[in-house]
């Protein structure tokens, strides 16, 4: 097979779908190095090297111009004879030519429906509008989670049967083992504290940071947050400084992946109390660290965490203390549940999310 991409994504995002991106091209050129995979770009950047660098997949400079990838992403990826063309960002090129080539798209959430107010109406719009449009000329849709698919049926107002479910994956860097060397100077570098719980993700109000913020206030309990400041910051540096927080908390920026995982693995507890997650990776790379984590009892974050994470109501700040202050005080039953976590979270191993991608194309051709 050839499969052609949207390679926006996996050469301009550092992120959530720049992730996805380079990770579902990277386990499928493993594990299927039979089929050609092509990356369709204006340009390309050091992202992403090394997958770039496997034989069976090959860069493809698109069409240059104005909306280029709306207009013309669709026809290069016919000009090169691909079987299929998967847009892995919600979109698809609008235009195409006669030459038969199957379409899949990758739907990621419709948080933008759900929780309005986190957006302009200018972007709900445009967001609609897109998705919409990719799910009608798609042939199949991938939504990473069963919540996905439910928002898809409901708002987009698709049938049910073209909908697939397949999970995503984490970076490598979470299932390897660091070298005690490494690990130690990552401690160093970011002087982490002994004991310490763990957050990441955006710092923007429906990953609720606050809530954490709130919960280990008058309690002697470290809280280290991984991630990028957006306008929000200032609410919880506010609730900080009022509270006298600053010593107990510790932001972190310029985090390596390899340095993420290692702190994933010394973190004692990982708190992730999102209002609503289309999927929540970092639920993932937490569980592959053997970390034991604590999540809301909302949309997707269930289906991440397994039965033995520990489950709160991310709008209560007594109910968040009180999980952290019990794991806190039990190793043995962090141990525990850390352990079952592990054996949980191997479904989102990279060779069953190939396998179910493979079969996905082979069923559509």
């Not at 759900?114 to 302009?120: A, K, L, N, T």
């Not at 289309?278 to 984590?293: D, H, R």
Request: glycine share 4%.
């Amino acid at each position: 097979m050839k499969i052609a991409y949207d390679a926006k994504r996996f050469f301009h995002n550092t992120s959530g779908l720049g992730n996805y991106s380079r990770d579902l091209v990277r386990i499928l050129s493993k594990y299927f190095p039979e089929n050609q995979y092509l990356l369709l770009n204006k340009n390309k950047s050091e992202r992403g090297n090394s997958i770039v660098e496997n034989s069976n997949v090959h860069f493809i400079e698109t069409s240059k111009g104005n909306f280029s990838r709306q207009l013309k992403m669709g026809k290069d990826a016919q000009k090169q004879n691909a079987d299929i063309f998967h847009g892995l960002s919600g979109e698809l090129p609008l235009k195409w030519d006669k030459t038969p080539i199957k379409k899949v798209v990758t739907i990621h959430d419709l948080i933008f429906m759900r929780f309005p107010q986190y957006y302009s109406f200018f972007d709900r719009k445009i967001h609609f509008w897109k998705f919409k449009k990719s799910a009608e000329i798609a042939d199949k849709i991938i939504a990473i989670s069963e919540q996905t698919k439910s928002d898809i049926i409901e708002y987009l107002k698709v049938p049910e049967d073209k909908i697939e479910v397949i999970y995503q994956g984490c970076h490598q860097a979470f299932k390897e083992n660091q070298s005690e060397e490494f690990i130690q100077k990552t401690k160093e570098k970011f002087n982490l504290p002994e004991r310490f719980i763990l957050n990441v993700g955006t710092i923007e109000e429906r990953k609720n940071l606050l809530n954490i913020v709130k919960a280990i206030d008058k309690t002697e309990i470290p809280l280290v947050v991984v991630g990028r400041k957006t306008k929000y910051f200032a609410k919880i540096n506010q609730y900080i400084k009022k509270n006298k927080l600053e010593k107990q908390i510790h932001f972190l920026e310029g985090v390596t992946m390899d340095e993420l995982a290692v702190i994933y693995k010394l973190a004692d507890i990982f708190v992730y109390p999102s209002f609503f997650e289309g999927f929540g990776i970092p639920i993932i790379e937490a569980l592959f660290s053997k970390t034991v984590t604590i999540t809301s009892n909302t949309s997707c974050l269930p289906e991440a965490g397994g039965k033995d994470s520990v489950y709160i109501d991310p709008k209560n700040y007594l109910d968040i203390q009180s999980k952290i202050k019990f794991l806190w005080a039990n190793e043995s039953e962090r141990k525990r549940r850390s352990d079952k976590g592990f054996e949980f979270v191997q479904k989102f191993n990279d060779e069953p999310i190939a396998n179910a991608l493979v079969n996905l194309y082979q069923k559509i051709l």
